[in-house]
């Protein structure tokens, strides 16, 4: 069982930067893909980015390429998202999860474990 808690989230301007982080309990966290997902109000949970259980690899939507930045310490059990030049339609609960696919993958069923998600709100 892993649990999941995310931090971070909050209401910035057009152009601003976050910085998201997912601490995760149990002592097998390295096992695990981790990735972020993002749900805007009335429309369906999207793949943001995926980063393998060692870091080695990672993998982002088209979206977000050269905005954000997924990245992992395993020492610390936590996974972070860096979010640079926000736009308005990054708006949305972002939620990290982990995968036993040990790989960075972008599918919603491939992921085991949520958390409770972190409101993201960009300002234009």
């Known amino acids: 069982q892993v649990q999941l808690v995310e931090s971070g989230g909050g209401l910035v301007q057009a152009g601003g930067l976050l910085r998201l982080s997912c601490a995760a309990s149990?002592?097998?966290?390295?096992?695990?893909?981790m990735g972020w997902f993002r749900q805007a109000p009335g429309k369906e949970r999207e793949f943001v980015a995926a980063?393998?259980?060692?870091?080695?690899?990672?993998f982002s939507a088209d979206s977000v390429k050269g905005r954000f930045t997924i990245s992992r310490d395993n020492a610390k059990n936590t996974v972070y998202l860096q979010m640079n030049s926000l736009k308005p339609e990054d708006t949305a609960v972002y939620y990290c999860?982990?995968?036993?696919?040990?790989?960075?993958?972008?599918?919603?069923?491939?992921?085991?474990?949520w958390g409770q998600g972190t409101q993201v709100t960009v300002s234009s």
């Open positions: 149990g002592r097998t966290f390295r096992r695990y893909a």
């Open positions: 980063i393998s259980w060692s870091g080695g690899s990672t």
């Open positions: 999860a982990a995968s036993r696919v040990a790989i960075a993958t972008p599918h919603v069923y491939d992921y085991d474990y």
